[in-house]
């Protein structure tokens, strides 16, 4: 890495002009000096003979004149086993080994490698003297885990090279060099296990990106059965402050079938972040027995801390994400909370100085979120594998209102939308996701024309609903009655679902479809009730009935009990 | 030797601007004026034009007004002596105390890494039952009350303040009236607090940006003091005045705004702020109480809603009562499974009763027929607003808890309230019991 310096012409905030003397490239990393001080910043524009950087610190303390180094590469993450577990701030510094060095707070100018040097990895070669490979080829792998962690051409690879040489089984760091190739033009290259990758550009190291139509269960009732997601897919949570976002998310983070996940924590409360992580060393992971934490990379930029970071931060995120993919594994991302990403690019963009589109937000906001969520997808790897990214963000809206920039932006580009609302969160309706504005573009687990026939239900139950607030109960048919008790009876026993029950707060796709079937059964099924008294009896029971089956250990005793009371009630 | 500056190039607002060299951002300056010296702190520079907010305001700035740059950051001297004292934004005693010297720490400090917390386990007694039983305030939670002008927001805090288990407590006002001040300062002294008290005030007469320090002030304070193991208390009113402060400075700096004249990363600072707050692994604590006003009770305002989203929950402070509706402790369920058994139960129930009684009070007020089962309800809604919202009532958990129970029976059916026979047994009162007086 060549060093070339400049010198500080200006200082706005977190953004500082450089005057440079050769030349920079677009977003190079350059380092602020300050004293012993090195600040981390990147080229976001260049005018002349002067650079725009961010500095990904805060600049207190910098003057003209002060000398900015360029590192002569793209802000770049590290790739390579021991990612998972970790917690990462967004530019992939290892938190716990910083508070080890520098205590209680964080200390700028500070950056640590993000994998360990020392940990020594059991490496077993899969290719072999000789044989062809190319960008992403799998050479060898490692245990990580409860993964094969595999070892992997370089990203960066053009064409077809050969294996010349490639280390035998043993341990090796990820610094030491596993294997060299060889281009057809001569040129050889040493592969270590680490290698570097610059965020803003997206692996694509695959054969081709399939459509997204396996089904990624996430156990939660409203999402699989009425608003499913795909593996590969994306989907966008908006909702106003307190309707239950993050613990949508953080359920989600648990009970997902996928094998890694990565939370990404952008511009958002630091105290919900170490929930995750003082809880998920605690939690066993049902699909393999070990704990959550094996599975999982949380990259947390709390609000508080400096806001290029944040931005950085959630290309970190999906960078991890997309390597995992490159091994064969399904990944799900989820990024809490996209706004507070674009609302990063809207302060560089005012200090920027750039004209200001919509609620000053950048004219580019739209194409910025459009290439984050497109990085998700499922793909066919090279060597015949399949694996996906699946991406899932929250949207925090001003006011709680749908139509800002940021939600706009991203419902154009996302397969699935959870709009949660207000009413319902207040109603303690969770999780709030509203069913009749929600949507999902994805194919159905759960059949389709009775989820159909559900969604009409819920519709008529609402407007039923809203003609009893102006004509009273007593103005209301006992069929239109009839039809919003069964929405309300609906709502109560499928769509709301209880977190903090360990049995109710994951369903199983099995069981989603078995109780799916007994709910429609009762919607489809006309009950001889003559009056509006006996008709709220009547489901107020049923209700309560199905309510204690819920939280009832799949197939257990107590469930088929509670199954039989069932039964006989409608039959 | 500092070299002193006399060319002052710009002045707009209360930003002006001086042509000087090898001035670090963030650094400090002293401006002497006709009108006496004021601090000044550097916010941009651009070549050798050196832009500065002048604490106590541009006004009476002369063009050939020295300049004077001090090396250092807005700092704020730390000891145990801070405690009874009362300063105003850029540090400077409000009472005949001596100024402050030595020990000095830098404001507005790095960002706790988050590695270092833990979560929030311990619930903060405050004697009010619509906080202690319904929105239990738990140690270093951050939470503002969202009030709109002309409720007792203030003596709420003042309250809270005083009947709050804390070690320290740290005040910060921003745009007070003198009177609120006053009664602040009063309160706490004549209840003897103010010896655990550090207080930061900026009058409304003040000039607007030292508005803009306090919060950084008082969290330093506060920080410092949870390093030394101590729970303290921090407590703000009223942080709209602060964002509009914001506001203010930021135009003058032609920044463009964002959303209603506020700038960008209003978030950003409201958030680098309140995240202040933490449980220290290891060290003490700092809790954030907080006062927002909401202009034209609109909660959907840029002030309330970016803190919305940034803090854990809200007191929603509406005709003189804390609302159960649209109040929120987002921590309470780190605590309330503590307390006492029945305390989520009686939380739950009492609350969806209230919603029912809501819904009833409408129905009523549209002129549909009341059943007999609304009567009950509209009885229950009378008394829960009487008991347990009214500010006034003074009562520990464990008394609050065991009046819902009295309230719950004075109204309804054992079989009526849908709450598990275990706990009924346990805890419903008989008839003939006087109020107040069930076994726990």
Not at chain 1, 320 to 349: C, F, H, K, P
């Amino acid at each position: 890495m060549t060093s070339k310096p400049g010198r500080i012409v200006a200082i706005n905030g977190n953004m500082i002009t450089v005057q440079f003397d050769d030349h920079v490239i677009q977003n190079e990393v350059a380092f602020a000096v300050l004293g012993d001080q090195r600040l981390k910043s990147e080229v976001i524009r260049v005018r002349g003979m002067q650079a725009d950087l961010q500095v990904f610190e805060e600049t207190n303390g910098l003057r003209v004149n002060d000398a900015v180094e360029f590192a002569g590469n793209l802000l770049s993450v590290e790739l390579g086993p021991g990612l998972l577990t970790q917690v990462f701030d967004g530019l992939q510094n290892p938190l716990p080994r910083l508070a080890e060095e520098c205590g209680f707070f964080l200390k700028r100018g500070t950056y640590l490698k993000a994998l360990s040097r020392e940990t020594q990895w059991e490496f077993t070669p899969l290719v072999k003297q000789g044989d062809t490979v190319r960008a992403g080829s799998w050479l060898g792998s490692v245990p990580e885990g409860i993964f094969e962690h595999k070892i992997m051409a370089p990203f960066d690879l053009a064409g077809a090279w050969t294996v010349t040489s490639i280390v035998d089984k043993g341990a090796c760091t990820v610094d030491s060099p596993v294997a060299v190739i060889a281009s057809a033009d001569g040129r050889t290259r040493e592969v270590a296990m680490v290698q570097e990758w610059p965020v803003k550009i997206a692996i694509d190291a695959y054969a081709e990106r399939q459509r997204p139509v396996e089904p990624l269960t996430t156990k939660c009732r409203i999402i699989d059965t009425f608003f499913p997601i795909s593996r590969g897919g994306t989907y966008c949570i908006p909702g106003p402050f307190g309707a239950g976002k993050t613990v949508l998310q953080q359920v989600t983070s648990r009970y997902a079938d996928v094998d890694i996940v990565i939370i990404a924590a952008c511009g958002e409360r630091a105290g919900e972040v170490v929930e995750t992580l003082r809880e998920f060393p605690h939690l066993e992971d049902p699909r393999t027995g070990r704990t959550l934490m094996e599975r999982t990379v949380i990259i947390c930029n709390t609000s508080s801390m400096p806001v290029a970071a944040r931005e950085a931060s959630v290309y970190t995120a999906v960078t991890i994400g997309e390597y995992y993919r490159q091994m064969g594994l399904n990944v799900l991302l989820l990024a809490d909370s996209t706004s507070r990403w674009a609302q990063a690019l809207r302060e560089m963009s005012g200090r920027l100085e750039e004209i200001p589109g919509e609620e000053a937000f950048p004219a580019y906001l739209e194409s910025r979120i459009a290439s984050f969520y497109e990085r998700a997808g499922a793909v066919k790897l090279h060597g015949g594998a399949s694996g996906s990214l699946t991406i899932g963000g929250t949207v925090s809206p001003a006011g709680g209102n749908f139509e800002e920039p940021v939600t706009q932006a991203t419902l154009k580009v996302v397969g699935a939308f959870h709009g949660l609302s207000r009413e319902r969160s207040d109603a303690r309706r969770y999780p709030a996701i509203n069913p009749l504005e929600s949507w999902s573009k994805y194919p159905n687990a759960i059949d389709e024309e009775a989820v159909q026939f559900a969604r009409v239900m819920l519709m008529r139950g609402s407007e039923v609903n809203q003609m009893m607030k102006v004509v009273g109960e007593e103005g209301t048919s006992v069929d239109d009655f009839v039809a919003y008790l069964k929405a309300e009876f609906l709502d109560a026993v499928y769509l709301q679902q209880d977190a903090f029950d360990t049995v109710d707060a994951a369903t199983p796709l099995e069981r989603q479809q078995y109780v799916f079937a007994k709910v429609s059964e009762v919607l489809r099924t006309h009950f001889d009730l003559k009056e509006k008294d006996a008709a709220r009896r009547f489901f107020l029971e049923l209700t309560q009935l199905f309510k204690t089956w819920n939280p009832a250990e799949w197939e257990s005793d107590d469930f088929k009990r509670i199954e039989q009371q069932i039964n006989a009630r409608i039959a | 030797m500092r070299k002193v500056y006399t060319r002052v190039i710009q002045i707009a607002g209360n930003v002006i601007t001086v042509s000087a060299s090898g001035v670090a951002n963030g650094e400090l300056a002293e401006v002497y004026s006709q009108r006496g010296t004021s601090l000044a702190q550097v916010i941009r520079i651009q070549s050798d034009r050196v832009a500065l907010q002048v604490f106590a305001g541009a006004r009476g700035i002369a063009t050939n007004d020295e300049v004077r740059f001090l090396g250092h950051e807005m700092r704020v001297s730390f000891s145990a002596d801070l405690l009874g004292r009362v300063f105003d934004g850029s540090g400077v005693p409000r009472d005949r105390g001596p100024a402050l010297s030595g020990n000095w720490t830098e404001i507005g400090g790095p960002s706790v890494n988050p590695a270092k917390r833990i979560i929030p386990r311990h619930m903060v007694r405050t004697g009010i039952p619509m906080i202690d039983v319904f929105n239990t305030l738990v140690e270093s939670q951050k939470l503002p009350i969202f009030s709109v002008a002309g409720e007792p927001y203030n003596e709420l805090l003042a309250r809270i303040a005083m009947q709050a288990e804390v070690d320290v407590i740290v005040f910060g006002g921003m745009g007070l009236k003198y009177d609120d001040y006053l009664y602040f300062r009063d309160t706490f002294d004549t209840q003897g607090a103010l010896v655990r008290c550090v207080m930061f005030v900026h009058t409304a007469a003040d000039p607007v940006v030292e508005c803009l320090l306090v919060p950084d002030m008082c969290l330093a304070v506060a920080e410092k003091f949870a390093l030394e193991g101590k729970r303290v208390l921090a407590l703000l009113t009223d942080m709209t005045n602060f964002a509009d402060a914001m506001k203010e400075i930021a135009i003058t700096m032609e920044q463009v705004p964002s959303n209603r004249g506020y700038p960008g990363d209003l978030y950003s600072k409201l958030a680098a702020r309140y995240e202040k707050a933490v449980d220290f692994d290891g060290a003490g604590s700092i809790t954030i109480l907080a006062v927002t006003t909401m202009p034209g009770d609109d909660v959907t305002h840029p002030v309330p809603d970016n803190t919305g989203y940034i803090t854990e929950g809200q007191f929603y402070l509406r005709n003189g009562r804390i609302e159960p509706f649209g109040s929120l402790s987002r921590l309470k369920q780190q605590v309330n499974g503590k307390t006492r058994d029945d305390h989520r139960t009686i939380m739950n129930t009492m609350i969806q009763l209230y919603a029912a009684c809501r819904e009833t009070q409408e129905k009523q007020a549209m002129g549909f027929q009341m059943s007999a089962w609304d009567t009950k309800l509209l009885k229950y809604g009378g008394l829960f607003e009487q008991r347990m919202m009214t500010l006034s009532v003074n009562i520990p958990l464990e008394r609050a808890l065991d009046e819902c129970w009295n309230i719950l029976a004075e109204c309804f059916e054992k079989s009526e309230v849908s709450i598990k026979a275990g706990m009924l047994d346990e805890y419903w009162p008989e008839k003939s019991r006087p109020a107040g007086g069930s076994a726990a």
